[in-house]
């Protein structure tokens, strides 16, 4: 039941937009990928995508962005689908409490990494796919082709050039998991896939849409099965549990709903056999989750009532 009688998509979206609208500008642009350094974080978009794929938007929500750490839904997803649970044998599904990019934790705890949201997570993650499939970023642009109906999706060469450039951090992380035996393929073709999925470039809307399966317990756009109802729940879980960085409880607290950001400062956030949302404004907290966004999601659930509380 929303607190909103007759809810109208639009008209949340607008008066949010309103209400936030002193935020976008907040913050700090991501400085550690020079490709992303230079993007105005004053730049604002919003989307709700409903179950049958109708598109609500505010700002600049057609406008593509760098996804980034957003994407790391979507790999997990692929991973799940193909490889069901054996994926939980080589990555956790605990918050961390650690930066998104922290060596220390990885050596106590046997080169596993905590979750699949941070970035030793994830690349094992890319990993996995990567052994399934013979290409993940192909793999992750076709089904967000499909999701989203949108061909244009797709890598950014500039930023995966820019993070393989500066990517000395990830390039420890893989080697440090190959060293307990923990990746299977070639660290430097796993970088390779691993920058080109953090450099996709998509708009509000098209995150909103991509983000479906996850509302719908698991079927995708045409109504194919991806996941088990069961395996879409667990996404979810994992995202209210550590898809907000270091900050993944005071995003429960404010937001109430499962959710992943990225340092382009992009957030997707989803109700359950509901719709999902997107948002984007650059500007990030010292936790690296967009000011704006973070704020943009917190008044659409007070002012609908839609969280999983
Ligand atoms: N490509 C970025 C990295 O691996 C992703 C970071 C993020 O969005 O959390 O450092």
């Given at each position: 039941m929303s607190l909103v009688p007759d809810l109208n998509y639009q008209d949340v979206l607008d008066q949010i937009a309103e209400e936030i609208?002193?935020?976008?500008?907040?913050g700090r642009s991501a400085d550690y990928i020079p490709a992303l350094a230079?993007?105005?974080?004053h730049r604002f978009g919003m989307a709700i995508a409903d179950l049958d794929g109708k598109v609500y938007g505010v700002g600049e929500w057609q406008t593509p962005f760098s996804a980034q750490s957003v994407t790391k839904v979507f790999t997990l997803a692929l991973v799940l689908a193909r490889d069901g649970a054996a994926l939980w044998e080589h990555v956790g599904?605990?918050?961390?409490?650690?930066?998104?990019?922290?060596l220390v934790q990885l050596e106590y705890e046997n080169g596993?990494?905590?979750?699949?949201?941070?970035n030793a997570g994830a690349l094992a993650v890319t990993d996995r796919l990567q052994a399934l499939t013979g290409d993940a970023a192909g793999t992750l642009l076709e089904f967000l082709r499909a999701e989203t109906?949108?061909?244009?999706?797709?890598?950014d060469e500039e930023v995966a050039r820019s993070e393989t450039a500066n990517g000395d951090r990830n390039a420890a992380l893989a080697h440090f998991m190959a060293s307990y035996?923990?990746?299977?393929?070639p660290v430097p073709r796993l970088l390779d896939h691993y920058f080109r999925q953090c450099s996709t470039v998509l708009s509000c809307a098209d995150l909103a849409l991509a983000t479906g399966f996850l509302a719908r317990h698991g079927l995708l756009a045409d109504g194919s099965?991806?996941?088990t109802r069961s395996e879409a729940k667990q996404i979810n879980a994992v995202m209210m549990t550590?898809?907000?960085?270091?900050?993944a409880g005071d995003f429960a607290y404010r937001v109430g709903l499962p959710g992943k950001s990225g340092v382009g400062g992009g957030i997707i956030a989803v109700v359950p056999g509901r719709c999902t949302l997107a948002v984007w404004s650059p500007g990030l907290d010292e936790r690296g989750n967009s000011v704006a966004g973070v704020a943009a999601l917190d008044r659409f659930t007070t002012l609908t009532g839609l969280s999983v509380f």
């Amino acid at each position: 039941m929303s607190l909103v009688p007759d809810l109208n998509y639009q008209d949340v979206l607008d008066q949010i937009a309103e209400e936030i609208a002193a935020l976008p500008g907040r913050g700090r642009s991501a400085d550690y990928i020079p490709a992303l350094a230079g993007i105005d974080p004053h730049r604002f978009g919003m989307a709700i995508a409903d179950l049958d794929g109708k598109v609500y938007g505010v700002g600049e929500w057609q406008t593509p962005f760098s996804a980034q750490s957003v994407t790391k839904v979507f790999t997990l997803a692929l991973v799940l689908a193909r490889d069901g649970a054996a994926l939980w044998e080589h990555v956790g599904r605990e918050p961390s409490g650690n930066p998104f990019n922290s060596l220390v934790q990885l050596e106590y705890e046997n080169g596993i990494p905590r979750n699949p949201f941070i970035n030793a997570g994830a690349l094992a993650v890319t990993d996995r796919l990567q052994a399934l499939t013979g290409d993940a970023a192909g793999t992750l642009l076709e089904f967000l082709r499909a999701e989203t109906g949108n061909c244009e999706v797709g890598f950014d060469e500039e930023v995966a050039r820019s993070e393989t450039a500066n990517g000395d951090r990830n390039a420890a992380l893989a080697h440090f998991m190959a060293s307990y035996g923990r990746i299977r393929g070639p660290v430097p073709r796993l970088l390779d896939h691993y920058f080109r999925q953090c450099s996709t470039v998509l708009s509000c809307a098209d995150l909103a849409l991509a983000t479906g399966f996850l509302a719908r317990h698991g079927l995708l756009a045409d109504g194919s099965r991806l996941l088990t109802r069961s395996e879409a729940k667990q996404i979810n879980a994992v995202m209210m549990t550590c898809g907000t960085y270091d900050a993944a409880g005071d995003f429960a607290y404010r937001v109430g709903l499962p959710g992943k950001s990225g340092v382009g400062g992009g957030i997707i956030a989803v109700v359950p056999g509901r719709c999902t949302l997107a948002v984007w404004s650059p500007g990030l907290d010292e936790r690296g989750n967009s000011v704006a966004g973070v704020a943009a999601l917190d008044r659409f659930t007070t002012l609908t009532g839609l969280s999983v509380f």
